[in-house]
């Protein structure tokens, strides 16, 4: 099939960057969305041109790293899919594909499709682990989960961390990737004593890069793992929580 | 890090953060979509009619609201008090909304996308709360000049309010400005009425659907009930 791609170039983090138009031709309908990219950048370096630099790594839908808005679409048009797992035969012959980077001022682009990702690092450091020491691995099922709460923070740890919820979210919130690496620990039973802090933590330091939620829901149907808005609620009603709750140890 | 002491420890998260400013919109949003509802519910009076002495229900209300409390306080004292904490949930609820607004301006950044976004789950009601604010607060201003202090109605008779309501209404630009500016309230209640469980951290799979549903029919019953009063003075019905 035969494509014709408007595709956003950026030579560096300060350059000014703009559209340019390519022609990608005789695109198999199996190829994935990168290994279009991958063709094209072929005949750039053919070429002589810089080829179009993007992000991907696994290219099975599980590391995060690649991501791109398709015609106004984080990921593109297929739901519950990340740009590598989206395939060309979703397309047309003779489509036109605009093929923008992630756009919030706090994931500035670093070149052409690739933005720094590096406040989703920020949030994580803030409280998105658990502090135990590591001995000898426990046995198994020692401490009793509920199989709802096992399957829901399961849910919330499918997130990869691609940042297309921010991309997605008229306000560039991250709510729905934050609420996720909360819940993920505050659901279990080895997250509670840090619940509280945990929230506050990364709830304040999402805050300090990104907007706020109003409850559109495009974040979770641009999610390439469907992360439930819920999750968000869930946060919100910890960090309220959070409020009432006095950190002072009491008997210390 | 987030250390907090005393009173700041709770009242500093709800003003400083995104979620707790969202949590403010939520609980005053419950306190407006309350007044809305009673005062719609009161102003259902116009279509009773009058009593045996001739004088109309709605004035009688009206003058029930200024007697607040009996006589065990003085008259207006209630009705002041309800009015000032009007004031003042109105007030927070523009100031998280004006707060959170201009957050999410500076976190958008510069550069826009080209392609136009291809809108999966928001709808007309939640991408212009914005703006729906705006028109309420402007007809709010509008409607306690026509209805409450008088200057903008030539007819106005402090206490007639059934004669008030029928001299503003008949003017069929005023009436058209009701209608308008009720419909653009609705849409900022339907969303307003789901999103705010979303804010106050009440969601479960079990009754996410009745969310939507509860939001729907009480914006179409304040639709109804505020939309008929206009159209039924145009029409002549009272």
Request: proline share 4%; with cysteine.
């Amino acid at each position: 099939m035969d494509l014709s791609l408007k595709v956003w170039r950026q030579a560096g983090p300060d350059a000014v960057g703009g559209f340019k138009s390519y022609e990608a031709k005789g695109i198999s309908p199996e190829a994935s969305f990168l290994e279009m990219l991958d063709d094209v950048n072929e005949h750039l370096n053919e070429a002589g041109e810089d080829p179009i630099a993007f992000d991907h790594d696994c290219r099975e839908g599980i590391c995060g790293m690649c991501g791109v808005m398709i015609n106004g679409d984080p990921h593109g048009p297929q739901s519950g899919t990340a740009t590598c797992q989206l395939h060309m035969r979703k397309f047309n012959d003779g489509d036109s594909i605009t093929i923008e980077p992630w756009r919030a001022s706090s994931m500035p682009v670093i070149r052409d499709l690739i933005v720094d990702r590096s406040a989703f690092d920020r949030i994580i450091e803030a409280g998105g682990y658990i502090s135990i020491n590591t001995g000898a691995a426990p046995d198994a099922n020692i401490i009793a989960v509920p199989k709802e709460a096992a399957e829901a923070a399961m849910d919330a740890a499918s997130c990869i961390g691609c940042a297309a919820c921010v991309a997605a979210c008229p306000n560039s919130a991250a709510n729905l990737f934050t609420a996720a690496k909360i819940q993920h620990l505050n659901l279990l039973p080895q997250g509670q004593p840090e619940r509280f802090t945990r929230t506050v933590a990364m709830v304040e330091t999402m805050e300090e890069y990104f907007g706020s939620c109003t409850n559109h829901g495009e974040c979770e149907s641009a999610c390439p793992k469907n992360i439930s808005i819920d999750f968000i609620a869930w946060m919100n009603r910890d960090y309220v929580k959070a409020q009432f709750k006095t950190f002072q140890k009491t008997g210390q | 890090m987030h250390e907090r002491s005393g009173w700041r420890q709770w009242l500093g998260g709800f003003f400083s953060s995104s979620v707790g400013l969202k949590w403010i919109m939520a609980i005053t949003g419950i306190g407006l979509l309350g007044y809305v509802a009673a005062h719609l519910f009161g102003n259902l009076k116009v279509f009773t009619g009058m009593d045996a002495a001739g004088d109309y229900y709605i004035d009688l209300y009206s003058e029930a609201l200024w007697h607040l409390g009996g006589h065990l306080v003085p008259a207006g004292f209630l009705l002041t008090i309800l009015r000032v904490g009007l004031l003042s949930v109105f007030a927070l609820h523009i100031y998280a909304a004006y707060t959170l607004a201009s957050r999410n301006r500076r976190a958008k950044g510069q550069e826009r996308y080209d392609a136009s976004r291809n809108w999966a789950a928001s709808n007309y009601a939640s991408r212009t709360m914005k703006w729906g604010g705006t028109i309420i607060l402007l007809f709010v201003l509008f409607h306690l000049a026509d209805l409450t202090f008088g200057f903008a109605n030539p007819e106005f008779h402090h206490g007639d309010v059934y004669a008030n309501i029928i001299a503003s209404l008949e003017r069929w630009p005023v009436a058209i400005l009701y209608i308008v500016a009720n419909i653009a309230l609705v849409f900022h209640i339907y969303h307003g009425t789901w999103s705010l469980f979303q804010s106050l951290g009440s969601a479960s799979p079990k009754y996410n659907g009745l969310r939507r549903g509860f939001a729907a029919v009480f914006a179409w019953s304040i639709l109804v009930g505020n939309v008929s009063i206009p159209i039924a003075v145009l029409a002549g019905w009272v």
